[in-house]
C-alpha cells in the first residue's frame, strides 16, 4: 500500500499489513493471529460469511483448519472439530445430540470424574436420565439394549484404572438401539486406537494430552463423519468454544511427533509396569499389557502399538497422606495432575482426576485412596523405575 500523503494515524493502521511479491512456501504454517479476513471483492466476503474463506475466526481459522485437517487423518476420520480444551469437546458432543428430557445417556462409571460431573449437570439440566455403567462388564452390552439410550460415551482406556472396554461390541449395542457411541480415546491416542475404525460415532480427544504432548496448550477434538461433524461445527459457531490460533499451532506441532513420542511412550510404559509388578511394596499394578490383567485378551484386540502410556498402581497399607508423601519424594518424575508429557507425571487419583465424584462413587469405581496414576515419559525407563520405587519406600516409611 502506498502510504504517501496519508496522514499519520492512517499509516500507522494500514502500513506493513501485507506481504507482497513472494512466492515462498513457509514450511511450518504461520500462525493466523487475525481474528478477521477481508477482501478486494464482497462477492469473495459474502461467500466467505458463507463458509467458503476464512473471515472470523469464531466461523473458522487457518490454524485450527490445519489443525483439523492432520488430527482427522490421524483418526481416520472425514472431518474433525477443534475446542477450546477437552472437556469443551465433550460438552459439543453432549449438546449436538439435542437430548429431550426421559431420554438416556449411558457412560463410564469409572471414567475421569471432571466428565462425570459435567454430564451430571447437563443430563440434571435437561431432565434426560444418566447410567454410569462399568463398561468393561460383559453383560454392559446387553445393559445398552435394555436401556436404549440415545448417547453411550466409553473411554478406551479409562482414567485412573486403565480399565479396557471392549469398543466393537459397545458399537454392536449401540446400533442395534440407535444411540451414537462417543470414544474418549485421550489415554491411547489416535496412535494406540482409532475409535472410528471400531464402530465408534465420535472420537474424542483431550489434545492437552499426547496429541500435544509438551504441556503448553489446553484442545479438544471431536473426529468422525462429515454427517456427523456438521452440526458440532454450527453448534460451534454459536457456542463460541473455539480454539485459538496459537494453541492449534502448537498442538499441530506437538502432533507431528505423535507415533514416534508414542512409540517411546508405549515402550516405556511396559518396561515400567513389568518392573513395578516385581515389588513387593505395591497392592496391586494396573496396566493393561500385564498377561494379569483383567482386560489383557480385550486390549490386544482393542489396542495398536501395544498397550498405552499409562500405569497405575496401589502401595500396601497407603492412605493419602503415605501417597502424597511419595509424590513429594519424587526426583524425576513430577507430581503433576495431568499426562501427555515428554515428562513422567504421577498424579494421585482420589485427589486429583477423581476430586470430583463423591466418595460413594469413587468406591463404586474402584479408585482407592493407595492409587497413584503413572503418566509415563521419555526419560531413562529405569531411572522412572527407581524413582517411583525410591518414592514409595520414602512414602510408606513410618
Ligand atoms: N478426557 C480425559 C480422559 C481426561 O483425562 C481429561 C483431562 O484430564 C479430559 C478429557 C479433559 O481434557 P481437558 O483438560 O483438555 O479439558
Not at 66 to 85: Q, R, T
Not at 138 to 155: G, H, K, M, Q, S
Request: net charge neutral.
Amino acid at each position: 500500500m502506498s502510504t504517501k500523503r496519508l496522514g499519520q494515524k492512517t499509516v500507522a493502521v494500514h502500513a506493513g499489513s501485507r506481504l507482497v511479491g513472494s512466492k515462498s512456501q513457509p514450511l511450518v504454517p504461520p500462525i493466523h493471529m487475525s481474528t478477521v479476513g477481508w477482501f478486494d471483492s464482497s462477492e469473495e466476503l459474502d461467500g466467505a460469511l458463507d463458509g467458503k474463506d476464512y473471515v472470523y475466526s469464531r466461523i473458522s481459522a487457518q490454524n485450527t483448519a490445519l489443525l483439523e485437517e492432520a488430527v482427522a487423518a490421524l483418526e481416520g476420520a472425514e472431518d474433525c472439530v477443534s475446542y477450546a480444551s477437552g472437556m469443551a469437546a465433550l460438552r459439543a458432543v453432549f449438546d449436538a445430540q439435542y437430548l429431550k428430557a426421559g431420554e438416556r445417556v449411558v457412560m463410564p462409571a469409572d471414567g475421569y470424574g471432571v466428565t462425570r460431573l459435567l454430564f451430571k449437570t447437563l443430563c440434571a439440566r435437561a431432565g434426560v436420565e444418566l447410567h454410569p455403567l462399568l463398561l468393561t462388564d460383559p453383560r454392559a452390552p446387553e445393559r445398552i439394549a435394555e436401556l436404549r439410550p440415545r448417547l453411550v460415551l466409553a473411554e478406551s482406556i479409562t482414567n485412573p484404572l486403565l480399565s479396557v472396554p471392549d469398543i466393537r461390541a459397545l458399537a454392536k449395542a449401540c446400533r442395534q438401539v440407535g444411540a451414537a457411541l462417543a470414544v474418549d480415546a485421550t489415554f491411547p491416542s489416535p496412535y494406540g486406537q482409532r475409535a472410528l475404525s471400531l464402530g465408534a460415532d465420535y472420537a474424542v480427544q483431550s489434545a492437552t494430552k499426547w496429541l500435544n504432548g509438551h504441556s503448553d496448550a489446553l484442545a479438544g477434538t471431536v473426529s468422525g463423519s462429515r454427517e456427523r461433524m456438521a452440526p458440532l461445527r454450527s453448534l460451534r459457531l454459536l457456542a463460541g468454544d473455539v480454539l485459538g490460533p496459537f494453541e492449534a499451532w502448537l498442538t499441530q506441532r506437538g502432533l507431528r511427533t505423535l507415533p514416534v513420542r508414542m512409540k517411546a511412550h508405549f515402550e516405556h510404559a511396559a518396561h515400567v509396569a513389568r518392573r513395578l509388578a516385581e515389588s513387593p511394596l505395591l497392592e496391586r499394578v494396573h496396566y493393561p499389557g500385564l498377561p494379569s490383567h483383567p482386560h489383557h485378551a480385550v486390549a490386544r484386540e482393542v489396542l495398536e502399538g501395544g498397550f498405552g502410556p499409562m500405569v497405575a498402581f496401589e502401595i500396601k497399607g497407603a492412605g493419602r497422606p503415605e501417597c502424597f508423601r511419595v509424590l513429594e519424594a519424587l526426583k524425576v518424575a513430577r507430581p503433576g495432575p495431568s499426562l501427555g508429557d515428554v515428562c513422567t507425571l504421577v498424579m494421585h487419583a482420589a485427589s486429583a482426576s477423581a476430586r470430583r465424584m463423591t466418595p460413594e462413587e469413587r468406591e463404586a469405581a474402584g479408585i482407592r485412596e493407595s492409587l497413584l496414576r503413572v503418566s509415563v515419559g521419555l526419560e531413562e525407563p529405569e531411572d522412572i523405575v527407581e524413582d517411583l520405587l525410591g518414592a514409595v519406600a520414602q512414602g510408606v516409611k513410618r
